[in-house]
Structures are given as C-alpha cells and as structure tokens.
C-alpha cells in the first residue's frame, strides 16, 4: 500500500459505527482491511486504492453509495 505505513487495520472505525447502534444502517467502505470482529456491511481492500488515484478517492461526505452484493456491483452518485 501507498498510503500509508501497511494496509490501516479498520476495527475502530467499524467499532464507533457499532457503538453508535448504525451496523444495520452504515456501510464501511475502504481501501483498508477488517480484522475478524468488524460487524455490519463492510467492503475492504477496495483497489486501486485512494492513494493510487483510485477512485474511492472521489467519494465525499453526502453521497450515495449503493451496494448490491448479489450482483457484486457498487455504484456511486457524486454530488
């Protein structure tokens, strides 16, 4: 990875998604890694990563992101 020192490791983000009661309402998508204990929908290793020019760099507070995981597809409305 680029962008940092190693691919980040997400359980505290996935932890204060959980603690804040949101797992069943909030994704978590990143160019990071979950460890065993991430609860909730949560899409990792994401590639090209954002410090590659990837396009997750793109996504800002306030769009939409939506997930389909049967067709395994995600689509993005940029506002």
Do not use: Q, W, Y
């Not at 979950?34 to 899409?43: E, H, I, K, Q």
């Amino acid at each position: 990875p680029k962008g940092g020192p190693g691919m980040r490791e997400m359980l505290f983000p996935t932890a204060s998604v959980v603690g804040m009661g949101l797992d069943k309402d909030v994704a978590l998508l990143t160019d990071g890694r979950f460890s065993g204990a991430s609860r909730g929908c949560c899409l990792g290793h994401i590639s090209p990563e954002a410090a590659e020019g990837g396009n997750i760099g793109l996504i800002r507070d306030g769009d939409i992101v939506d997930i389909d995981i049967p067709a395994r597809t995600i689509d993005v409305r940029l506002s």
